[in-house]
């Protein structure tokens, strides 16, 4: 309780607090988008439900991770190396490495999951007749939501690994991490719905999406080898998309409205 005191009227605490909420909030929307994709892919009934439980199990993850710190901790340990690395950079350190850690491993799985998963619906989208997706709606409804709930939990887990461990980097009170969890899983499960919806109703925002999933998963394999890609740069990247695609969007509607007016006068 006195240390919980202590945090409360340190300024130091307040702003480790709050830059590690928008750094979470901020890793979450990858997860979010995932999580979207997926549950787009289910009968309409059961969507929320599925967005609902792969919230709920990033939630468990992470405050599971957080009680077993002195393990995740560990997890940046090599485990193994191979005997190559890269030229050196002008720091004078190897461009990339190959001793990887457990969390390498992990970043590098997920990364080829993500990578894997998003070309599967992107080849789905581009060739809509071929249906033996692994995520196919007919006849299948409850290994179909088995099946996302399975892939959903797959990516907690990356993506709760990589949260976590940026939390220990950030700051050692576990107060300030378990609240900061908190903060930008409410903050997913609130903006879930209105994104999944958004999503589902505008098939070239699918497309972007998965677009970011792609470059996601690369830069996960990028990381688990060693070749750090600063945060920034990607969400950057992928504002300045969003932002082209709004702009794409609000044409298209204008496109659509000039017609529509223009029908009228003709009859």
């Known amino acids: 309780m006195?240390?919980?005191t202590a945090l409360l009227s340190d300024p130091a605490a307040w702003a480790a607090l709050i830059t590690l909420v928008v750094m979470e909030v901020v890793l979450g929307i990858d997860n979010l988008i995932?999580?979207?994709?997926?549950?787009?892919?289910l009968p309409e009934h059961q969507r929320s439900k599925a967005r609902r439980v792969g919230i709920s199990l990033a939630l468990i993850m992470r405050l599971?991770?957080?009680?077993?710190?002195?393990?995740?901790?560990?997890?940046?340990?090599?485990v193994f190396s191979l005997p190559w690395q890269g030229p050196l950079n002008s720091h004078g350190e190897p461009s990339f490495e190959l001793a990887f850690s457990w969390r390498d491993l992990i970043l590098i799985a997920g990364g080829l999951f993500?990578?894997?998963?998003?070309?599967?619906?992107?080849?789905?989208?581009?060739?809509?007749n071929d249906g033996h997706g692994l995520m196919d709606t007919g006849g299948r409804v409850a290994a179909n939501f088995g099946a996302a709930i399975f892939q959903i939990l797959l990516l907690d887990l990356v993506?709760?690994?990589?949260?976590?461990?940026?939390?220990v980097g950030m700051t050692e009170h576990l107060p300030i991490m378990v609240v900061a969890v908190l903060v930008a899983v409410s903050v997913?499960?609130?903006?879930?719905?209105?994104?999944?919806?958004?999503?589902?109703?505008?098939?070239?925002?699918?497309?972007?999406?998965?677009?970011?999933?792609?470059?996601?998963?690369?830069v996960l394999i990028a990381d688990g080898f060693g070749v750090?890609?600063?945060?920034?740069y990607i969400y950057a990247a992928m504002a300045f998309s969003a932002l082209v695609e709004a702009?794409?969007?609000?044409?298209?509607?204008?496109?659509?409205?000039?017609?529509?007016?223009s029908g009228d006068t003709v009859h």
Do not use: C, Y
């Not at 995932?34 to 787009?40: D, T, Y």
């Not at 993506?159 to 939390?167: E, G, K, M, N, Q």
């Open 2 to 4: 006195e240390n919980i």
């Open 34 to 41: 995932f999580i979207s994709i997926l549950s787009n892919k």
């Open 64 to 78: 599971g991770l957080l009680s077993t710190i002195a393990f995740i901790v560990t997890l940046t340990q090599p």
């Open 114 to 128: 993500l990578v894997w998963k998003a070309t599967t619906e992107i080849h789905e989208k581009t060739t809509p």
């Open 159 to 167: 993506f709760s690994i990589d949260s976590i461990l940026t939390a």
């Open 188 to 218: 997913m499960m609130f903006a879930a719905d209105p994104l999944a919806n958004f999503i589902n109703n505008n098939p070239t925002v699918v497309m972007l999406a998965l677009g970011f999933l792609l470059m996601i998963g690369a």
């Open 228 to 232: 750090h890609v600063p945060k920034g």
């Open 247 to 261: 702009l794409n969007m609000l044409a298209r509607r204008a496109s659509t409205r000039k017609a529509d007016g």
